[in-house]
């Protein structure tokens, strides 16, 4: 693990009992599937921008019936976890995780056939880059399906989503959805579809909440320590706020690369 790993093995621990096994964003196998809603996915080559601890690869493959999935991501502890996770799964042989640095993304052109990502474009500042290049690597035909946290306003955040941002130290770079929009059009993509899912998490993270500050605080202490669990209190609080004014709202966006 190197020092400088925003996803170290605490995070990935407590994000993982809060949201599930192999799981560092909220909604579990549900949430993929609302995701995935409509996208054909079955016997596809999918590739899996920040997969993280590789849950939703191997839903890809188990669940979804995704013939291939290439999982990437841009550190070792959540690579690490992710091929342990599909290995443990019988699946090695249908998912490849694959180390990369930021930037360009490591394919051939028309390679996927389904650019799939959960939440973690946040950690993508150019947003119009990775719009290209998941459109270079679709195949002609091919979905573009993810999920990801934005801001509902261009320009700076305000001092709430600031103290928010800063609580998470998880170099976050939140853009609006017109942002977002312009730059899978930009890209390419037709059929752009951005769908607002705050009312959805402004609800579970309420609940997150209750869970860690409630009366099963003392549990949470016991496993990670009270300072690690003020932290996270101290982030949800300033998250729920933000999630309730609407400046952070989730997203799914869609499109698709013309045939
Ligand atoms: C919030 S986690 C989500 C992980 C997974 N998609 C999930 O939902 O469980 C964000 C992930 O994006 C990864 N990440 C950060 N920058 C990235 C980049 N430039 N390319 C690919 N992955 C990146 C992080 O290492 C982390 O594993």
Same mark, same amino acid.
Not at 21 to 28: I, M
Not at 62 to 67: L, P
């Given at each position: 693990m190197a020092e400088s790993d925003l996803y170290d093995t605490p995070t990935i621990a407590f994000l993982e009992d809060l949201w599930g096994?192999?799981?560092?964003?909220?909604?579990?196998a549900e949430e993929v599937a609302r995701v995935l809603s409509?996208?054909?996915? +079955? &016997?596809a080559h999918v590739l899996d921008i920040g997969c993280g601890s590789g849950a939703i690869a191997v839903a890809l493959a188990?669940?979804?019936? +995704? &013939?291939h999935v290439t999982g990437i991501d841009v550190e070792d502890p959540v690579c690490d976890a992710a091929r342990a996770r599909a290995e443990a799964a019988g699946l090695a042989n249908r998912i490849a995780v694959q180390k990369v640095a930021p930037g360009p993304l490591p394919f051939d052109d028309a390679t996927f056939d389904v650019v799939f990502s959960k939440?973690?474009?946040?950690?993508?500042?150019?947003k119009e880059a990775l719009a290209a290049e998941a459109f270079r690597v679709l195949k002609p035909g091919g979905m573009f399906a993810a999920s990801d946290w934005l801001m509902s306003h261009a320009g700076e955040p305000s001092p709430e989503m600031a103290r928010y941002i800063e609580l998470e130290a998880l170099d976050f770079a939140m853009a609006d959805p017109a942002r977002y929009d312009a730059a899978m059009r930009a890209a390419g993509f037709e059929d752009v579809e951005l769908v607002n899912r705050n009312g959805w998490y402004r609800e579970v993270a309420a609940d997150e909440l209750e869970q860690l500050s409630g009366p099963g605080r003392a549990e949470w202490e016991a496993k990670y320590g009270r300072d690690f669990i003020a932290g996270q209190v101290a982030t949800w609080t300033a998250m729920t706020g933000v999630l309730e004014s609407g400046e952070h709202c989730p997203h799914h966006i869609r499109g698709r690369k013309p045939g």
């Open positions: 096994e192999g799981y560092l964003s909220p909604g579990g409509g996208v054909p996915v +079955a &016997g188990r669940d979804h019936g +995704a &013939g939440d973690s474009i946040i950690h993508i500042p150019d």
